[in-house]
């Protein structure tokens, strides 16, 4: 089992800076992925960008050049820096890691909103 919880959320002006923060606590050893998603209200949630053991990142077409996945060496937390953000940025960011067999464990979420 791992436990999962967002900080860092919060009211920024767009073009601002923000970077959330997931810790993560039990077994961490056991986590390949971690992953940042989005859920803009009114809307499906969306995958964000991820990072895979060996540091391996991915992010989507809509955040490229604007935030960034970092972690933890040891795997107990992983960020996600937030730069030039956008109204169309808000939503709540949930953090997501994957573990051995598939597993996916989830956060409860931190809200994001970016005022024009």
């Known amino acids: 089992q791992v436990q999962l919880v967002e900080s860092g959320g919060g009211l920024v002006q767009a073009g601002g800076p923000l970077r959330l923060s997931c810790a993560a606590s039990?077994?961490?050893?056991?986590?390949?992925?971690m992953n940042w998603y989005r859920q803009a209200p009114g809307k499906q949630r969306e995958w964000v960008a991820s990072?895979?053991?060996?540091?391996?990142?991915n992010y989507a077409d809509f955040v490229k050049g604007r935030f960034t996945i970092s972690r933890d060496i040891d795997k107990s937390a992983v960020y996600l820096q937030m730069n030039s953000l956008k109204p169309e940025d808000t939503g709540v960011y949930y953090c997501?890691?994957?573990?051995?067999?598939?597993?996916?464990?989830w956060g409860k979420g931190t809200l994001v909103t970016v005022s024009p």
């Open positions: 997501s890691m994957t573990a051995k067999g598939g597993v996916d464990y």
């Open positions: 039990g077994d961490i050893f056991s986590i390949k992925a």
């Open positions: 990072l895979i053991s060996g540091d391996d990142t």
